[in-house]
Nanobody, 121 residues
Framework: QLQVVESGGGLVQPGGSLRLSCAAS????????IGWFRQAPGKEREGVSC????????NYADSVKGRFTISRDNAKNTVYLQMNSLKPEDTAVYYC??????????????WGQGTQVTVSS
């Protein structure tokens, strides 16, 4: 069964950092684009960042540009989202998703269960 699993969420103070991981189970990520999404309570899910299968192309939501960095290590079958200078408005459940063709704004086929990120003092 093809799965992606997120990890690395938690509680952090404003200005702090977290690194989220998205690991694949049952398949290799080499040929898949990966997207990170988030959903805050009472809000619609929004795209945060995505990275192409080669890692050569990345996109970010305006709200996280300059603070978040997406990267991938295909040898470890994992994609990362480094989140710095976190703000309370970054609080949400973060999801990763994989797809062979989707890019920024596209439809992703495989979704994880999400990891909670809470930014609060």
């Amino acid at each position: 069964q093809l799965q992606v699993v997120e990890s690395g969420g938690g509680l952090v103070q404003p200005g702090g950092s977290l690194r989220l991981s998205c690991a694949a189970s049952g398949f290799t990520l080499d040929y898949y684009a990966i997207g990170w999404f988030r959903q805050a309570p009472g809000k619609e899910r929004e795209g945060v960042s995505c990275i192409s299968s080669s890692g050569g192309s990345t996109n970010y939501a305006d709200s996280v540009k300059g603070r978040f960095t997406i990267s991938r290590d295909n040898a470890k079958n994992t994609v990362y989202l480094q989140m710095n200078s976190l703000k309370p408005e970054d609080t949400a459940v973060y999801y990763c998703a994989a797809d062979k063709v989707a890019g920024w704004g596209g439809e992703y086929k495989y979704w994880g269960q999400g990891t909670q990120v809470t930014v609060s003092s």
